[in-house]
């Protein structure tokens, strides 16, 4: 098994290999077009959408608590409880040259949280 993953790890290597010499990567031309769109309406700003600041409102601080009921939200321990069930088991068994099969239940014990 190990010497399976070592060579389609050595294969799929090579292969990246050679894909990477096969297909070069190609200088990019980096540059703005010079062409006219909605981004030069954007840029032009409007004085009415300025804010001066002269009217004396300073911004004020919201304090959030981010920790308001931590402890409780992750800290809290679901404890473990078992209870008993009835499971259908079924076996198969060959009589007479035919398959037969027969099923019974089977009373387990199954785990869960609270």
């Known amino acids: 098994m190990d010497r399976r993953i070592f060579l389609t790890g050595i ?19 980096a540059g703005v077009p010079n062409t006219r769109g909605i981004l030069d309406k ?43 069930v009835w499971r259908r088991t079924c076996r198969r068994y060959r009589h007479h040259g035919r398959w037969h099969r027969r099923c019974y239940r089977r009373l387990v014990w199954v785990w869960y949280y609270l």
Do not use: F
């Not at 294969?11 to 031309?29: H, M, Y």
């Not at 601080?61 to 009921?69: A, F, M, P």
């Open 42 to 84: 954007l840029d032009a700003s409007t004085p009415d959408a300025v804010d001066d600041g002269d009217n004396g409102d300073a911004p004020e601080v919201e304090l959030v608590d981010h920790h308001r009921g931590h402890w409780r939200r992750h800290h809290h321990r679901r404890r473990r409880h078992r209870r008993r």
């Open 11 to 29: 294969l799929g290597l090579s292969g990246a290999a050679v894909a990477a010499t096969i297909v070069r990567p190609v200088n990019a031309i």
